[in-house]
């Protein structure tokens, strides 16, 4: 009984570290790689403040003033600047996960990070180009390389994050019922564990990884245009001449978009590229991401029905369609008034003609 009482008397002193490293333990097998890198990533900068407290030390107060260094400048040692408020209710969510376990262990009478006010990020208009915009792009991919031009269309015409598109493989693509499956997404991750020596023989900081699409929905199978099937039917003949080139070089891979030597494309050169290209040629700044907003808003600007609006996305509810495109959907809201309202509303002229 009494080294009970001493073992759990000890344990409620236990650093805030080792809490995170027994949280760890726990969630190991059940994270994600990208999830696991992600809170390898927080821990070290949350571990740099608090992993010498014990847990019984630890405040509301000390979490707060943490919270607010990381809202200065300088908190983010490799930009300078202030973190996010996005990123900052990253840190408070496995804080509040790593003590609301010791809470529930009995290591502290109370989670204090509880008490803490979460983070507010403020909601982000999507960003996306307007008609005449997508026009201008258009344009200027037709003097793009073949690779690039493939793959900035594709984002255009189907909406695709740009982990899916550096997932694509040919078996992926239907000519016959000009179809396109997502079946994987690339996520690159940073860090020791991830570092390594490409086929070149280059030193790496990370890798890609190969991992199932965004949620359930986001497994799905979007239908192309003419238009498209015949690019990519071109594209993929200019793949297989680059293949035939390289030879030896050029590593197994069924990837349609690759680096020079067939590998698995960084996600992060996509959005690079796109941004080069249309600072290149005066277009506003567009990523991967905003391609993928413009390509959603045209389909709803179009009049397409929310529910396929959102299966093409991928989205995991119509629920997030409604949600992320509130500004859109009540434009076309106002425009079926009005529409409505000129069919029920004769013109005066008529009305004396009726009358």
């Given at each position: 009984m009494i080294l009970a009482r001493k073992r759990r008397k000890k344990d409620r002193n236990i650093s805030f570290e080792r809490a995170s490293d027994q949280w760890m333990s726990v969630h190991n097998t059940t994270l994600?790689?990208?999830?696991?890198?992600?809170?390898?990533?927080?821990?070290?900068?949350?571990?740099?403040?608090?992993?010498?407290?014990?847990?019984?030390?630890?405040?509301?107060?000390?979490?707060?003033?943490?919270?607010?260094?990381?809202?200065?400048?300088?908190?983010?040692?490799?930009?300078?600047?202030?973190?996010?408020?996005?990123?900052?209710?990253?840190?408070?969510?496995?804080?509040?996960?790593?003590?609301?376990?010791?809470?529930?262990?009995?290591?502290?009478?109370?989670?204090?990070?509880?008490?803490?006010?979460?983070?507010?990020?403020?909601?982000?208009?999507?960003?996306?180009?307007?008609?005449?915009?997508?026009?201008?792009l258009c344009q200027a991919l037709?003097?793009?390389?073949?690779?690039?031009?493939?793959?900035?269309?594709?984002?255009?015409?189907?909406?695709?994050?740009?982990?899916?598109?550096?997932?694509?493989?040919?078996?992926?693509?239907?000519?016959t019922r000009q179809t396109i499956t997502i079946r994987r997404?690339?996520?690159?991750?940073?860090?020791?564990?991830?570092?390594?020596?490409?086929a070149d023989g280059i030193q790496r900081k990370g890798q890609n990884i190969e991992k199932p699409p965004k949620t359930k929905n986001s497994r799905r199978v979007i239908a192309i245009c003419d238009t498209m099937a015949a690019l990519l039917q071109d594209y993929r003949q200019w793949w297989l001449n680059e293949q035939a080139a390289k030879g030896g070089h050029w590593l197994t891979t069924q990837k349609l978009f690759t680096k020079d030597n067939g590998t698995t494309i960084n996600p992060d050169s996509i959005t690079c590229y796109t941004k080069?290209?249309?600072?290149?040629?005066?277009?506003?700044?567009?990523?991967?991401?905003?391609?993928?907003?413009?390509?959603?808003?045209?389909?709803?600007?179009?009049?397409?029905?929310?529910?396929?609006?959102?299966?093409?996305?991928?989205?995991?509810?119509v629920t997030t369609t409604l949600n992320t495109y509130t500004h859109q959907i009540q434009s076309k809201n106002a425009q079926a008034a009005q529409k409505l309202a000129n069919i029920l509303t004769p013109p005066p002229d008529e009305l004396e003609v009726r009358s």
């Open positions: 994600s790689v990208g999830s696991r890198s992600r809170y390898i990533a927080l821990l070290e900068r949350i571990n740099a403040k608090f992993g010498n407290t014990c847990l019984s030390q630890l405040s509301a107060e000390h979490i707060r003033d943490f919270y607010k260094n990381l809202a200065t400048e300088g908190a983010n040692k490799k930009t300078g600047k202030a973190l996010s408020t996005r990123s900052i209710l990253h840190h408070h969510k496995l804080i509040c996960a790593i003590l609301s376990k010791a809470h529930n262990e009995g290591l502290i009478a109370k989670n204090p990070a509880s008490q803490v006010a979460s983070p507010r990020p403020e909601p982000k208009e999507p960003s996306y180009l307007d008609e005449t915009e997508v026009i201008r037709a003097d793009a390389p073949p690779k690039w031009r493939a793959a900035l269309t594709l984002l255009l015409y189907t909406g695709l994050r740009r982990g899916e598109l550096a997932g694509l493989e040919w078996g992926d693509v239907s000519f997404t690339i996520q690159y991750l940073s860090g020791e564990s991830f570092a390594h020596t490409d080069r290209f249309a600072k290149k040629h005066g277009l506003p700044p567009i990523t991967p991401h905003s391609l993928r907003h413009t390509n959603i808003s045209l389909m709803i600007a179009a009049g397409v029905d929310i529910k396929t609006v959102s299966t093409r996305a991928g989205h995991a509810s």
